[in-house]
C-alpha cells in the first residue's frame, strides 16, 4: 500500500515520494528513513533502530543519519519530522492514509509528460533506485538517465587545486544523460575549453564539462561528474588514472590498470596545442 500523508504521496514499490509539484528528490537512504517514521506514527523511532534497518551491518557516523533527516526536512512540510531529544525522531504530519497503488492526489503527470531518458537504477540496500546524486548542503541534485562512459582518478594539480584533495575522481556521461532537479551549479572557467561547476553555497565540487563550442571533437557532449557527489558512489571504480605526474608521494592508489601523465593524454595535448599551449 502507498501512503498518503498530508500533501504527499509515498509509493513504496516505485520508491518514489511525490508532492504538491510531483516528483521528489530523495536518496535511497532518506526514502527508507522516512518510510519507517511514517509506518509507526506514533512512535519515537530511535537512532540505533533507523542505524539498524538502513544501513543494516554498517558502522555509520551519527552525522550521516542528521544529514538524511535534514534532507527530508527540506523535501517535507516544516515540522513534519520531529527531533525527540535524546531518544531518536518522529513523524509528526497529517496521519499517514494507506491508498492502494496507483492512487492518491500527488500529480505524476510530470513524470510521465516528460521526454526525458528513463532513469538509470543501481542497487542499494538490495533494491533498485534511480541514480542521483548532489552537493554536501542539499541545494544541488542531479539524476543520472544514461550509463556511465569512462570512470578516472586524476592527481592533476588542477584537480588538486580545485577539491583541495591530493585527487579526484569522476565519472563522465553523456551531456544529456545528468540533469539537474534541483539548483543549477556555477562554473568556473578552469581552462580555455573546459569548465568546472560547484555549489555557490557550499562549495562542493560537482561537474567537470568542455565548453561550448567543442575546442575538439573530443571535447563535445559529456560532462565529468564528481564520482563522490553519486548518492552511491561505490559502483564507478575508477578504471585509470589521469595526472600520475603530479600524484603526491604520500597517496597510494589503487590504479593497477592504466596510469597516464598528463603530458601523454592525446585529449589534452590537443585541446591545449589549439590555443598554442604546451599542457600544463
Ligand atoms: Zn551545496
Ligand atoms: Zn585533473
Known amino acids: 500500500m502507498d501512503l498518503q500523508f498530508g500533501q504527499y504521496l509515498l509509493k513504496r514499490a516505485e520508491r518514489q515520494l511525490l508532492g504538491p509539484e510531483g516528483a521528489v528528490e530523495l536518496s535511497a537512504r532518506s526514502f527508507d528513513i522516512l518510510a ?4 509507526r506514527p506514533e512512535e519515537v523511532i530511535s537512532k540505533s533502530e533507523l542505524f539498524d534497518t ?3 551491518g ?6 550521516t543519519l542528521q544529514v538524511h533527516i535534514s534532507a527530508l526536512r527540506k523535501a517535507l512540510d516544516t515540522g513534519m519530522i520531529m527531533t525527540v531529544h535524546g531518544r531518536g525522531y518522529k513523524y509528526a504530519g497529517p496521519r499517514p492514509v494507506a491508498v ?3 492512487h492518491g492526489q500527488g500529480n505524476p503527470a510530470s513524470l510521465i509528460a516528460s521526454d526525458e531518458q528513463h532513469p538509470m537504477l543501481d542497487m ?7 541514480v542521483t546524486g548532489g552537493c554536501l548542503c542539499g541545494e544541488i541534485r542531479y539524476r543520472v538517465t544514461g550509463p556511465v562512459l569512462d570512470t578516472n582518478f586524476c592527481s592533476c594539480r588542477m584537480c588538486q587545486r580545485w577539491s583541495g584533495a591530493p585527487f579526484t575522481a569522476g565519472s563522465t556521461y553523456p551531456a544529456s544523460a545528468v540533469q539537474f532537479t534541483k539548483g543549477e551549479p556555477k562554473y568556473y572557467k ?11 553555497n557550499c562549495g562542493s565540487s560537482l561537474t567537470y564539462r568542455p565548453l561550448v ?9 559529456w560532462i565529468l561528474i564528481y564520482t563522490p557527489s553519486l548518492d552511491n558512489p561505490a559502483p564507478n571504480a575508477p578504471t585509470w588514472h589521469l595526472g600520475i605526474e603530479s600524484q603526491l608521494p604520500w597517496t597510494e592508489i589503487r590504479d593497477a590498470h592504466k596510469r597516464v601523465r598528463c603530458q601523454d593524454s592525446p585529449d589534452l595535448v590537443e585541446a591545449w596545442a589549439t590555443f598554442n599551449l604546451p599542457v600544463p
Open 54 to 56: 538502513v544501513w543494516p
Open 124 to 130: 542499494t540496500g538490495g533494491k533498485k533506485v534511480p
Open 100 to 102: 492502494p497503488a496507483g
Open 58 to 63: 554498517l558502522v555509520v557516523e551519527e552525522n
Open 213 to 221: 563550442p567543442p575546442v575538439t571533437p573530443d571535447w563535445a557532449d
Open 36 to 39: 519507517l517514521l511514517l509506518d
Open 190 to 200: 578552469s581552462s580555455p575549453f573546459a569548465e568546472r561547476g560547484f555549489c555557490a
